[in-house]
């Protein structure tokens, strides 16, 4: 007969957690093990995926065994602790424990890896122990509200930590060269201009003077104005982008506490937004107007949810104002709050969704007779046209013909699916969760800017490019309304899983950036003496400059990019420069075989050297130096 168990065996398996978390903390104290055998690894250069087989044999399997079992028990003494003094944190201390230890794990794996698929990969394999730590916990717990400032630090804290990063790795970018004319130099150069004589006048955007606005309708460039004048320079342009797209969390705070969210799942709406792949990728490509998109469409949603109309009125007018295809937005936002709302909100949705219609209309005729909004028009949507230069009304009329072709024609733009799944599967796809078929609406910019488009601009399919700032706010948006209609429990899980895919998929894409930062670190004196060549042409001359050159001397009247369709060529040499002013001063790159004949071609006209780093850079000057 055997023996009865004592009371004190329950009771002290009780005390170590078990066995109801016994399962859990097993898994939490592997994958915690693992992390540390990673840190270990990393501080002797050894990554796991790169170098796995030095990996393995650092860490010999009878070690690791010991160490596991010594972590264990020190994880289950710890846990007893918790049990006497706080049994409410007891509870979700396993299922922590598990859910952090995977985290950083997960995001070890993808650190500086920039393979997309691989987050995919890695993101699915945290979800699992993810969703299952945080099922664990009881859902009032983590929707606990308590003080306020338990969710502003650690979203102030790692905010800062987003931007700081952003603005560091970006403007490394910009300093080893690695801007262009477009986007950076003509915004730099408009800027300037706008200093000077409030016009954002380039040269460099057509090769003549030109107002941007003749390009774009961007007169939301006069916010940015005072701190380029305090301030000038392609380096404020960049930090600026940066803070614009990060302050749109402080929104997105206020969205997910209307839609009542509190505590950990407040937090983790943030951590949607802020590690949104859309919103991140896009800091990484010069400047563009289009960083306003993401603040503005969450301060116009903030409105909608606290029902101020002035605020609403507002934000829709400085949307309109980023550039004139961003009036998309503001009509689809109205297309989905006219079967939202109801009376007298209903009023204001039609009155808002008219005025920005009608100001698309007046903007884009003008654009077309007195600007250059033809020529943009046709080359984005050329696969949509049946003849040439037709308006924005006849492509509208076209699509609605033929629904069919529209919706096909993505197909032909390979890179139109990979965007897809890079803005979609992060988010767990939850914008399609919804029985509100209204809600949609708010995906149309996406299909249209980001697949439709591709089809004539691939850029537009390339999450990189700024392209993606405004759908992306979209989508982050309509994730949160989706996820807030779901029940406590399920809410809980899914707005947590969200927040974990999204910062792994961002930090697995953004981390790459990590090199150009060290590649100006590690050659920062060569890129300060090609500087200091810049600075010997006086601030007045015009300047005709390679591409990669250009941002760093767009802020004066004139300055031309010289590029490959400049060369006139016949049999395999250079025999003459075309459509390139003869300006005071050519700077060239010598370690492009084409800038080497080009300087030839300038030694011929009569122009002198002026100064040069070894190959790096040339700067021909015209008469005698």
């Known amino acids: 007969m055997s ?41 002797k250069g050894l990554s796991p995926r790169k170098n796995w ?35 409410t944190l007891a509870e979700c201390f396993d299922p922590a424990l598990l859910v952090l230890s995977v985290i950083y794990f997960s995001c070890s794996l993808v650190w500086r890896g920039g393979d997309f698929f691989l987050a995919v990969v890695v993101g699915l394999f945290a979800l699992v122990f993810v969703v299952y730590g945080i099922s664990r916990i009881n859902p009032d717990l983590l929707n606990r509200s308590g003080h306020e400032y338990t969710v502003i630090l650690p979203v102030a804290a790692i905010s800062i930590v987003v931007l700081v990063f952003i603005c560091e790795t970006a403007l490394a970018i910009h300093r080893i060269y690695g801007t262009t004319t477009f986007d950076m130099g003509i915004f730099d150069q408009s800027f300037y201009s706008m200093s000077q004589r409030l016009s954002p006048v380039a040269t460099c955007e057509r090769g003549y003077a030109l107002s941007h606005f003749r390009v774009h309708t961007s007169f939301i460039l006069y916010l940015l ?17 940066a803070v614009m797209v990060v302050s749109g969390v402080i929104p997105v705070y206020l969205i997910a506490g209307k839609r009542n969210f509190s505590g950990a799942t407040r937090f983790f709406c943030c951590m949607i937004y802020l590690f949104a792949l859309g919103i991140l990728s896009p800091c990484y490509f010069n400047f563009h107007e289009n960083a306003f998109l993401p603040p503005l469409l969450m301060w116009l949603f903030y409105a909608v949810e606290s029902k101020k109309n002035i605020l609403f009125c507002i934000m829709s007018a400085l949307v309109c104002a980023v550039k004139e295809d961003a009036t998309l937005f503001v009509i689809c936002i109205c297309l989905y709050l006219f079967f939202e709302t109801k009376g007298k909100d209903r009023l204001r949705v039609v009155l808002t969704g008219g005025a920005s219609t009608v100001y698309f209309l007046i903007v884009s005729a003008w654009l077309s007779h007195a600007g ?30 033929n629904p069919g072709y529209a919706l096909t024609v993505v197909t032909t733009q390979p890179d139109a699916f990979l965007i897809l799944l890079e803005m979609l599967l992060p988010l767990l796809l939850i914008p399609f969760f919804t029985k509100k078929t209204h809600r949609l609406f708010l995906m149309v910019p996406f299909f249209v800017f980001n697949l439709l488009i591709s089809a004539s601009y691939a850029y537009v399919a390339q999450i990189q490019f700024q392209y993606a700032f405004g759908p992306a706010a979209l989508l982050v948006y309509l994730t949160i309304i989706n996820i807030s209609d779901f029940e406590k429990e399920k ?28 590649q100006y670190k590690a050659n920062k004196e060569t890129y300060q003496n090609i500087e200091a060549c810049f600075k010997t042409i006086p601030q007045d001359a015009s300047v005709t400059s390679s591409e990669k050159y250009l941002p760093h001397l767009s802020r004066r009247d004139e300055v031309y990019e010289i590029t490959n369709d400049n060369y006139v060529i016949y049999g395999s040499n250079v025999v003459s420069l075309q459509n390139v002013n003869m300006t005071d001063y050519y700077v060239l790159d010598f370690k492009n075989s084409l800038e080497v004949k080009a300087g030839e071609i300038l030694k011929s006209k009569g122009y002198t050297e002026f100064t040069r780093y070894e190959d790096y850079v040339v700067v021909f000057k015209k008469g005698e130096a």
Request: charged content about 15%; hydrophobic content about 50%.
């Open 225 to 241: 104005l005072p701190v380029y004048k305090l301030f000038p320079g392609a380096e404020t342009l960049i930090v600026s982008q």
């Open 3 to 43: 023996k009865d168990p004592t009371p004190s065996e329950p009771l002290f398996l009780k005390r170590c957690g078990f066995p109801q978390f016994l399962f859990m903390r097993l898994l939490g104290v592997y994958f915690l093990l693992s992390d540390i055998a990673i840190l270990i690894a990393g501080a």
């Open 491 to 518: 809410r809980t899980v899914l707005v947590s899983a969200v927040a974990v895919t999204s910062v792994i998929a961002s930090i697995c894409m953004c981390s790459v950036n990590l090199k150009q930062y060290e």
């Open 53 to 87: 087989q030095d990996f393995i044999r650092l860490f010999p399997t009878a070690w690791m065994v010991l160490f596991y079992v010594l972590l264990f028990c020190g994880i289950t003494f710890l846990y007893s602790l918790f049990l006497k003094k706080q049994k």
């Open 372 to 401: 250059d909004g033809n020529m943009i028009l046709s080359s984005r949507m050329h696969a949509l046209m049946i003849e040439e230069n037709q308006s924005a009304l006849q492509l509208i009329g076209n699509m609605l013909s």
